[in-house]
């Protein structure tokens, strides 16, 4: 059974840039979550969608958003990148979200903001 | 306030030796607890979960602790090896249980050396 996967692995963007990054679920997981990790932060946590239905979301700015599409795909955007935005950004998909179901991460998106 | 504290920050072990990774939280109503480990440019992989009423458990040479009452809990690895050398992260999930209520800890790193 493939793991989550996410694309790309790396991008390079500049200022003011916006970028999207991509997150496939493991097959018949319906809830995706997605994470900012910066050493001096450690993990945040962005927003969570389950059945295209963004159903919980972590304190970040509106320039961050995201979206589930049917097949449960998941797409983050974040508009006017700043060089704060420089970070690894990790997707975990899990059956339903709920309870001690468990959640399994992709290897992440290195975002480097110049 | 609900936070998640590990501690040492980063540790290095001679391969074969064991060590102790310990996690404090303040998180209150708790759920249950999870270690995960991340190695360099990847995304986290589980280790263990346990929720409030289980006092320890094992996976291979990891073992966790849970004392709910002083609210710590460790992860014992035994006879190290290399590829131990990662970061290892607590995380406290809040109860009731939903996406935006984990808590993460900002992770140790081990480095195990030959």
């Known amino acids: ?37 910066t050493p001096g932060q450690g993990l945040q946590f962005l927003f969570e969608y389950f059945s295209e239905t963004q159903r919980n979301k972590g304190n970040f700015p509106g320039r961050f958003s995201g979206r589930q599409f049917s097949n449960s795909r998941s797409e983050m955007n974040v508009s006017t990148l700043e060089l704060g935005d420089s970070a690894l950004y990790l997707c975990a998909s899990s059956f339903r979200g709920r309870g001690n179901t468990e959640a399994f991460f992709g290897q992440g998106t290195r975002l480097t903001v110049v | 306030k609900n936070q998640v504290e590990q501690s040492p920050q980063s540790l290095i072990i001679l391969e074969g030796k064991n060590c102790t990774l310990q996690c404090n939280y303040t998180v209150s109503p708790f759920s249950n607890l999870r270690w995960y480990k991340q190695d360099t440019g ?73």
Not at chain 2, 49 to 69: C, H, P, Q, V
């Open chain 2, 42 to 114: 990847r995304g986290p992989v589980s280790l263990t979960i346990m929720t409030f009423s289980e006092n320890t458990k094992s996976n291979g040479r990891y073992t966790a602790t849970l004392d709910a009452d002083t609210k710590q809990s460790s992860l014992h690895i035994t006879a190290s090896q290399l590829s131990d050398s990662a970061s290892y992260i607590c995380v406290v999930i809040l109860r009731p249980y939903n996406t935006d209520k984990l808590i993460f800890g900002t992770g140790t790193r081990l480095q195990v050396f030959p």
């Open chain 1, 1 to 37: 059974k493939a793991g989550v996967t996410q694309t790309p692995r790396y991008l390079i963007k500049t200022r003011g840039q916006q970028v999207t990054l991509s997150c496939s679920p493991i097959s018949g997981h319906r809830s995706v979550s997605w994470y900012q990790q």
